[in-house]
């Protein structure tokens, strides 16, 4: 049995940090990676480079001293973006990459697009200059069952989307199908498409939700879906190809929104991702390519030079505490409990 293994430092390409009070709590959590894709739905979005700018000059403000993280931020794209400020944003390396949110498909998404045709100018010149675009891959029309939709975004939007704005590269976020795990391997040539997948991705199905009584603390979207296409999930992550790397999509939310009637989607898994994913990786034997999922792939795909820097995974005897919820003003967030226990410990290399 492995009892430690050495990475370079991991990044995390899809992350939600919030702002305020949430902000201050959650951004220490993610100190450990290299680097992070943030996530731009704040209220109002993130949609100019100079709000861009201000975010992450907050975001650096709660980070604890000392932290590896450096926030990459991106632009919520809108019917009104401008593609003269996205261009010049990416050229000054003030953003990564722009986020398309279908409106009304997750959280803070309602200012996002409803026709695609209006946006075409937008992703015309981030083709042309090199920009990547970050999908929400979903269809939101209430016709479409909700575990079809990923599927359905596939072949209504995002193949026509790609085919009509040649050369655009395309990261196809929280992948939660085979569906979109294979069209991401028979798209990705050239390095036109990745994927980020999640933990909670590869540790939930919809069972976990729903199967003897609702836990809303494993509600999320996209929704987890059958275990057949978890397992796809783990295989992808798993295979070490270039394509599929780490985005954890933690997405914290205060227990009082969670524990709703209609409560909000989202898992917060910063605190022990790394932990979750080297049992997972364990368990299928597979550590030996934990470091390309985590700390390889996705600076491959972004043109980014990989973290020089490592961090060591030493398996314990005994079992990993964690705390099961942070406080963040006056409210608490519930961490992620995946169902296991953990004992795999993260520390500097």
């Not at 999908?135 to 072949?155: K, L, N, Y």
């Not at 976020?173 to 569906?179: A, G, I, L, N």
């Amino acid at each position: 049995m492995t009892n430690s293994i050495t990475l370079r430092r991991p990044d995390d390409w899809h992350l939600h940090l919030r702002d305020g009070a949430m902000l201050g709590a959650v951004a220490p959590h993610s100190a450990e990676f290299g680097r992070a894709i943030i996530m731009p739905n704040l209220v109002p979005p993130v949609v100019t480079g100079d709000q861009a700018r201000a975010y992450r000059d907050r975001i650096m403000k709660a980070l604890p001293d000392g932290a590896a993280l450096r926030p990459l931020m991106t632009l919520y794209l809108t019917e009104t973006t401008d593609p003269a400020d996205i261009v010049a944003s990416h050229a000054d390396g003030l953003i990564a990459a722009v986020k398309l949110y279908p409106a009304g498909a997750t959280t803070n998404s309602a200012s996002g697009v409803t026709d695609f045709d209006r946006v075409r100018p937008v992703l015309e010149a981030m083709a042309e200059a090199g920009v990547p675009l970050c999908v929400h891959g979903e269809v939101t029309d209430p016709e479409v069952d909700i575990f079809d939709r990923e599927a359905v975004f596939i072949d209504r939007i995002l193949d026509p989307l790609r085919r009509a704005t040649p050369g655009l590269r395309v990261v196809m976020e929280h992948v939660t199908t085979s569906d979109g795990v294979d069209y991401v391997r028979g798209n990705a040539s050239g390095g036109a498409m990745g994927a980020t997948i999640t933990t909670h991705h590869l540790v939930i199905n919809r069972n976990a939700i729903l199967a003897g009584g609702i836990r809303p603390h494993y509600y999320c979207l996209p929704v987890a879906k059958r275990e057949s296409h978890r397992l796809a999930l783990r295989k992808a992550a798993m295979s070490g190809e270039g394509p599929f790397f780490l985005g954890t999509d933690s997405a914290p939310h205060p227990d009082s929104a969670k524990l709703q009637p209609c409560g909000c989607a989202g898992c917060f898994t910063a605190p022990n991702t790394m932990s979750i994913l080297a049992h997972v990786f364990e368990e299928d034997g597979a550590l030996d390519r934990l470091e390309a999922f985590t700390s390889l792939n996705g600076p491959a795909f972004y043109a980014m030079p990989p973290n020089e820097d490592r961090i060591r995974l030493t398996r314990q005897e005994t079992e990993v505490s964690f705390p099961t919820e942070i406080a963040a003003g006056d409210e608490t967030v519930t961490i992620f409990d995946p169902g296991f226990p953990l004992f795999w410990q993260t520390e500097p290399a």
